[in-house]
């Protein structure tokens, strides 16, 4: 569009220069011949030279200007040409010259160069119109006369403005088409190099699960490309199985999931069979796409090949398993010869002796239970623990887990209570009901005490419990050493433990509170700290309360099969056990008291397990 | 005086189990496999067998199948002592007929002479 104007002006500039030059050798002619026919001679002699000037003006200045200011420089040859017309229509009889016609020319080109120099133009018509009705005198039949040219002028100087302000218009808007065509194609360019770099399949799908997108990434995990999987249904380009090869269904469908909760579903449990059928290990992550009205358009999944990170994952947990199982046949020996010298029906050894055995007895415990621990974190971590859940109430199993612990507070001197309050604060003990395994809770539960114990030098333990309609939410509160605001948010995690004098001399595995959150999440609860430094901590776990109806239907199925929780994610804890108190409970039968030095120093019972 | 049959394959803890059960004035006899556990509970009619699960040859799971549907052991008390700790092991144990089942990592010495006095009815 640009390139049509350009080409529109050098036209009006030629003809503009071939009209000046034909003014001018026309009046020469004429002048030559028969200078009679002219009037005004000066007049005349103005008008050719104009023209010359129009003529001149074009084959030197405007070869030169126009290169760079096209516009401009026609401008300054049609004000000439203008000047020119005006002199040749004066000197032929003012408006009733039959060059006016020429003058209707200029205004229809004025309009090429834009409105203001029709408006310009049109004024000065007016103006020489005024003028010469004047000089005629203002009589009717010369009104009469020129009221019809007059009109034909407006007329035309409008049409031709409304022509170049729509050939302008339209200009304007192509000129932004192409732009902004330009712009798409670039990003698509972008985008398309985008997706082509990023080392995760992509792939996006319609509401009707239709692939509308396919980078190269995915074509080389799955083994279709670009144009085979376009506008096939996603499930059978990603054909997906769950860990224990059962395919999917509509309700473990991740992109369903995602439609249908409006939020990312994660998978890093799922089998993927290729094209050419090879199984590989698939970790997805699907984003719903929606409109503005959080309406799903449509869906976005991320996946990556991570057979070989599994591979390195079970070697490592097959190992810990292993080594551990492995290690705890001698450790079995070794603790249960140590309890045979200590038995007084067994064996005979001196005070002195027996000191050093029950040492022995304690430190080989504690390698017992890391071992424990271990196997419990990686089992835990393979998903292969299962929980039945079962109504707990949780007054109870508090009131039996703090009666067991009594004997190893007292012996520390410490006092350990039970309260339980409900919403308003009444001291009673409201039964609450949650639903979780029995036997794992009171090991939370246990856990949560014996720290509490270990970490307090004097004062006590409370143990509370507070609940309203929702939830149930158990509190282990000390009086002991607390923890340090940095050490908190680490305190749930694997193998964490607090650097300072007290757990270097203590052993600790690092993985009870590990073990702890774990199996608070499992029943889908959380657990947090609270603690200021020298002033105690508070250890809670809340977790949803049953209700009445939930309790009966969680018996009567407890009563048939086992409902199994398993769900392949690294949450998943608790193994199914008996798990009878001595081996969790520091109070062991066979060992004798702590001795006095041991129990005094806070410092040296102070550790997470 | 009470007859204990003790069927560990570990030598150690063989030794340990019959030093403490002797210690409570119980005959104790051993066995070190499945095979040598029927016919030692044939052979001597033990009131009580502590059997461990994890063996050679035959299991211990085998071994109270077999125990149970041999006359002369069918009322013999079996303690199982194992390190299996799945529910679905546990009921096996169960469905074949054990008086109790133990987890090794969850007891200590004493717990197993606990059960032991426990069962015998002392």
């Known amino acids: 569009m640009v390139e049509q104007r350009q080409r529109s002006l050098t036209l009006l500039a030629r003809l503009q220069a071939a009209i000046g030059g034909l003014i001018m050798v026309t009046i020469f002619t004429l002048y030559g011949l028969k200078p009679s026919l002219l009037g005004d001679a000066s007049s005349t002699m103005a008008a050719a030279i104009m ?12 070869q030169v200007i126009g290169r760079r200011r096209l516009a401009f420089s026609t401008l300054i040859l049609t004000v000439i040409t203008a000047l020119n017309f005006i002199l040749v229509i004066a000197i032929t009889g003012g408006l009733d010259s039959p060059y006016y016609s020429l003058w209707l020319l200029a205004i229809v080109a004025a309009g090429i160069f834009g409105t203001v120099e029709t408006v310009v133009i049109l004024s000065a018509t007016i103006v020489y119109y005024a003028y010469e009705l004047i000089i005629e005198g203002l009589h009717a039949p010369f009104i009469m006369d020129h009221l019809v040219q007059l009109a034909i002028t407006i007329l035309a100087a409008g049409l031709a403005e409304w022509v170049h302000v729509r050939s302008r218009r339209v200009a304007a ?38 692939i509308m997108l396919f980078n190269r990434a995915a074509q080389q995990l799955t083994g279709w490309d670009e144009a085979s999987a376009q506008n096939i249904a996603y499930n059978l380009v990603l054909q997906l199985h769950t860990a224990d090869d059962k395919d999917i269904t509509a309700d473990t ?40 009205d959080d309406t799903p358009t449509g869906a976005i999944g991320l996946f990556r090949d991570i057979s070989h990170e599994k591979a390195v994952e079970r070697q490592k947990d097959e190992f810990v398993s292993t080594a551990s199982h492995e290690m705890r046949t001698p450790v079995a020996a070794i603790e249960g010869y140590i309890a045979l010298a200590m038995n007084a029906n067994v064996a005979t050894v001196d005070d002195r ?8 007895h304690e430190a080989i415990q504690h390698l017992g239970e890391l071992f424990r621990d271990l196997l419990n974190v990686t089992k835990a971590e393979e998903g292969k623990l299962s929980a039945k859940l079962e109504p707990v109430n949780v007054g109870e199993l508090l009131r039996s887990a703090v009666e067991d612990m009594q004997f190893v507070a007292q012996k520390k001197g410490l006092t350990l209570v039970l ?22 809770l009171r090991e939370v539960v246990m856990n949560l005490i014996d720290n509490a114990i270990k970490y307090t030098a004097q004062g006590g333990i409370k143990v509370g419990m507070s609940g309203d309609n929702k939830e149930v939410k158990v509190s282990v509160i000390d009086s002991g050493v607390g923890i340090a605001a940095e050490d908190i948010p680490h305190l749930f995690q694997k193998f964490y433990r607090i650097d300072n004098s007290a757990t270097r001399t203590i052993g600790g595995t690092g993985l009870g509170l590990y073990l702890c959150r774990q199996m608070i999440e499992l029943f889908n609860g959380r657990i947090w700290v609270e603690s200021k430094p020298n002033q105690g901590s508070s250890f809670n776990f809340s977790l949803p309360r049953l209700s009445e ?61 | 005086m009470a007859k204990i049959l003790l069927v560990e394959d570990d030598t150690n803890l063989r030794e340990i ?61 079996v303690i199982m002592m194992t390190a299996l700790s799945q529910d679905t092991d546990r009921q096996r144990g169960e469905s074949l007929g054990v008086n109790q089942y133990l987890i090794k990592s969850q007891v200590t010495l004493e717990d197993v002479v606990n059960a032991v006095k426990q069962q015998l009815g002392a």
Do not use: C
């Open chain 1, 549 to 609: 109806e939930e309790v009966r239907r969680l018996q009567q199925a407890a009563a048939a099969p086992a409902i199994d929780t398993t769900v392949a994610t690294p949450g998943n804890v608790v193994q199914p056990t008996t798990e009878a108190g001595p081996a969790l409970s520091p109070q062991q039968p066979i060992a004798m008291p702590i001795p006095a030095e041991q129990a005094e120093n806070p410092h040296q019972r102070y550790r997470i397990r």
């Open chain 1, 353 to 360: 002796a027996l000191k050093y055995l029950e040492k022995a």
């Open chain 1, 51 to 62: 023209g010359a000037l129009g003529l001149i003006y074009f084959l030197t200045f405007h």
């Open chain 1, 253 to 292: 469908d991740p992109f369903r999931q995602a439609w249908t909760e409006k939020q990312a579903v994660v998978r890093d449990d799922l089998v993927m069979t290729t094209r050419s059928g090879r199984k590989i290990q698939l970790a997805l992550s699907v984003s719903p796409i929606t409109d503005n």
């Open chain 1, 419 to 440: 309260q339980t309050s409900d919403s308003i604060g009444k001291a009673i003990a409201p039964i609450y009901y949650v639903g979780a395994n029995g036997e794992r």
């Open chain 1, 173 to 210: 808007q192509t000129n932004k088409l192409a732009t902004l065509s330009g712009k798409l194609t670039e990003e698509q360019l972008k985008a398309q190099a985008l997706m082509s770099s990023i080392g995760e399949g992509v792939v996006v799908v319609d509401m009707d699960g239709q």
């Open chain 2, 17 to 77: 189990y019959s030093a403490r059960f002797a210690a409570e004035n119980y005959q104790v006899i051993t066995a070190s496999d499945g095979e040598e556990a029927l016919a030692t509970a044939v052979r001597e009619r033990p009131d009580l067998i502590v059997l461990d699960v994890m063996m050679p040859k035959i299991s211990g799971f085998d071994v109270l199948d077999i125990l149970r549907s041999t006359p002369e052991t069918k009322e013999t008390k």
